[in-house]
């Protein structure tokens, strides 16, 4: 009995990653329609990524560490936040806020009209796919942060493991943030709620107040993510 439910799940698994995959091409294909915006949609997150490194290189040639944290460690926590947040867009913040919309337009029904489940449709049926080449980007300066610091095989699979609970946990945090849609007329500003706070995870959880600290670990566990 076991093993015929884990063969079912993983075939189920399996479905929803073929319609994954489908999802992402057909958003290629629609963002390929308007070539001069999907280049042009590069530059801003482009120019943030360089403008905050340049802040640091001046923040910390004036004060050397910030509660002992230097440049390096700095920049590679800069591009894990990057890295995070680029990969939210990709796997399912796009559609979470196309959820918004749909509720308000009275489109929402479309989330009922295909075979798959209504809450995966609603959550990974949009993809903002030109945001890879700012991914690869951040991948660049966290390696560049990371290389002088010693890195072991097992601190690599944790970072990982880490990385996918926190895409998890900030997932269930946006969409319970949306779910409020359908008792407010506008709730765009909770969204952008939702991405500002992450941003507290951009900076090492020492500087924080205990209580402070502790909130963003339990209340809103942003610096879990």
């Known amino acids: 009995m076991v093993l015929k439910n884990m063969k079912a799940m993983g075939i189920k698994i399996i479905k929803y990653l073929r319609f994954f995959g489908l999802f992402v091409k057909l958003n290629y294909l629609k963002a390929m329609e308007y070539r001069v915006n999907f280049w ?35 920049v590679m926590l800069f591009a894990c936040g990057q890295l995070f947040y680029y990969s939210a867009w990709v796997l399912y913040r796009a559609a979470l806020e196309i959820f918004a919309y749909s509720v308000r337009d009275g489109s929402f029904d479309f989330a009922f009209k295909t075979p798959i489940n209504p809450r995966f449709n609603i959550s990974f049926r949009e993809q903002r796919l030109n945001i890879i080449i700012p991914f690869i980007f951040s991948i660049g300066l966290f390696i560049y942060g990371a290389r002088n610091i010693d890195i072991s095989v097992i601190s690599v699979l944790l970072f990982l493991i880490l990385f996918i609970f926190g895409l998890i946990i900030y997932y269930n945090f946006i969409f319970t943030l949306i779910s409020v849609t359908f008792w407010v007329i506008d709730s765009d500003e909770l969204l952008w709620f939702g991405d500002d706070s992450i941003r507290f995870g951009s900076y090492p959880m020492s500087i924080y107040p205990k209580f402070f600290a502790l909130l963003l670990i339990s209340v809103l566990p942003i610096l879990l993510v």
């Open 40 to 74: 042009a949609a590069l530059l801003a997150p482009f120019l943030y990524s360089v403008g905050y490194i340049i802040y640091l290189n001046v923040l910390l040639s004036k004060t050397p560490t910030i509660n002992g944290w230097g440049f390096d460690q700095m």
